[in-house]
């Protein structure tokens, strides 16, 4: 079945610089969709990405669909970005199958 | 913005006991899941329904049944509970494809 890994598994980041999030997923994705997780544990959408470059905010998402990878960049972190960042992949059907995470920290 | 409500927030289960979770969702979404998050595996698929009347087995079945008596509601069955249960489990609903999912706030079972 569809996996999903995620990279690095934690980041430490002073206020201000860049991060880059890595996806990968074993099946040609339908859905991929990133998530953010804030230390109290809720769970809220960033942005739905299947292809392409999409951009929110001060977040670009590129999916590279034949290479079954996804990235999530955050330009000018806060420390309000801390947290946990999911990334979420479906190949068709109803199914959809979380990584692990990458657990982000800013320091101010 | 979509709403997806989960029962009990917070459990305690004996070992061997029934443990019964509730997901209500108001938004008309077809496709429904329920996850346990554990440190270190992420959240992983337990049960996912795409409509009343249906239930489907996702990566980690074992030990749980899921019923969706209605578009809305969607719960999770521990028949005979174990320590091992013991998690934080998440209800979400979408409408598929390329829609994004919506979460609720999370159950916090333990089992002792």
């Known amino acids: 079945g569809q996996q999903v890994q995620q990279s690095p598994a934690s980041l430490v980041l002073q206020e201000g610089e860049n991060a880059e999030l890595q996806c990968n997923f074993s099946?040609?994705?339908?859905?991929l969709q990133w998530f953010y997780q804030s230390p109290g544990g809720s769970l809220v959408s960033l942005l739905s990405?299947?292809?392409g470059t999409k951009h929110t905010g001060r977040l670009t998402s590129t999916t590279v669909t034949k290479e079954r990878r996804s990235s999530l960049h955050i330009s000018s972190s806060q420390t309000t970005d801390s947290g946990t960042y999911l990334c979420?992949?479906?190949?068709?059907?109803?199914?959809?199958?979380f990584g692990s995470g990458t657990r982000l920290l800013v320091s101010p | 913005e979509a709403a997806v409500t989960q029962s009990p927030r917070n459990k305690v289960a004996v070992t061997g006991g029934k443990v019964t979770l509730s997901c209500n969702q108001t938004?008309?979404?077809?496709?429904m899941y329920w996850y346990r998050q554990d440190t270190g595996h992420g959240l992983r698929l337990i049960h996912y329904?795409?409509?009343?009347?249906?239930?489907e087995k996702g990566d980690i079945p074992d030990g749980y049944k899921a019923s969706r008596p209605s578009q809305e509601n969607f719960s999770l069955i521990l028949e005979l509970a174990t320590p091992s249960q013991t998690s934080v489990y998440f209800c979400?609903?979408?409408?598929?494809?390329?829609?994004?999912?919506?979460f609720g706030a999370g159950t916090r079972l333990s089992v002792l």
């Open positions: 979400a609903s979408g409408l598929g494809g390329q829609n994004t999912l919506y």
């Open positions: 979420a992949s479906g190949a068709g059907g109803y199914k959809v199958v």
């Open positions: 099946s040609t994705a339908t859905q």
């Open positions: 990405n299947p292809s």
């Open positions: 329904s795409y409509g009343a009347g249906s239930t």
């Open positions: 938004n008309n979404h077809n496709n």
